[in-house]
């Protein structure tokens, strides 16, 4: 997980976010193109709320991800987030699952090459033990659990997959993680070849995000 910053903006205020607390989602997470994809989907659905980071409130004691599922993951993000800053928040834990590694290297996915895993050092563990395996061989799916917690403790948990197979050789400049050697099914490019529009429109968390808008809806409306 990223270090906050040393000296992070102070939380704004409900006046300076555009409307009250209600309003406000908190994405937990210090990866800013998370925030960027719930804008751009809530945007999509005319959805008005004021999306924000992990790096755009207060810190706190972030809880680790100690939970052997995706759901389990969200949820302690999520309830973390929204007690800590008072406003609604979303969290998820997604990640690859390789039918040949028996749906490895799933909740690990992050830290697949070890604590101080990076997304190149990961990728390239993964290469190495799918090396010499054919092409029909290497059937995966991304998956993504996805958690709206209030600041009262009400919860709602979400599922979203993309099912596809797997590269030896990475492509792309786009996306983030494994994205590069990832090809969905149905298509010919690799995740990191997509533009951010047509990877919503098919990956987990995209997929994650619509279903989690009834509920999403729901909840900001009471705010009205």
Not at 54 to 62: G, R
Not at 118 to 133: P, V
Not at 148 to 159: A, F, N, Q
């Amino acid at each position: 997980m990223t270090t906050p910053p040393s000296s992070p903006p102070p939380l704004r205020s409900p006046e300076q976010l555009g409307g009250g607390p209600g309003r406000t989602v908190v994405v937990a997470t210090h990866n800013a193109k998370k925030a960027i994809e719930l804008r751009r989907v809530l945007a999509e659905e005319g959805l008005e709320a004021n999306v924000i980071g992990l790096d755009e409130c207060h810190p706190y004691p972030e809880p680790a991800e100690t939970e052997n599922s995706f759901e389990g993951n969200a949820l302690l993000k999520a309830h973390a987030a929204a007690l800590e800053t008072g406003h609604l928040a979303v969290a998820d834990d997604s990640g690859l699952a390789v039918d040949l590694l028996n749906g490895m290297p799933g909740v690990r996915s992050a830290r697949w090459s070890g604590p101080d895993a990076t997304d190149e050092a990961n990728l390239q563990l993964l290469l190495r033990q799918l090396a010499d395996t054919d092409d029909e061989q290497r059937t995966a799916r991304f998956v993504c659990a996805m958690a709206l917690v209030t600041p009262d403790g009400r919860e709602w948990v979400v599922h979203g997959e993309m099912l596809g197979r797997l590269v030896l050789e990475p492509r792309g400049g786009n996306g983030f993680g494994y994205d590069p050697i990832f090809v969905a099914n149905h298509h010919c490019r690799t995740n990191a070849e997509l533009s951010p529009a047509e990877k919503d429109a098919i990956s987990h968390r995209g997929n994650a995000v619509r279903a989690l808008i009834p509920a999403l809806r729901a909840v900001l409306e009471e705010t009205l």
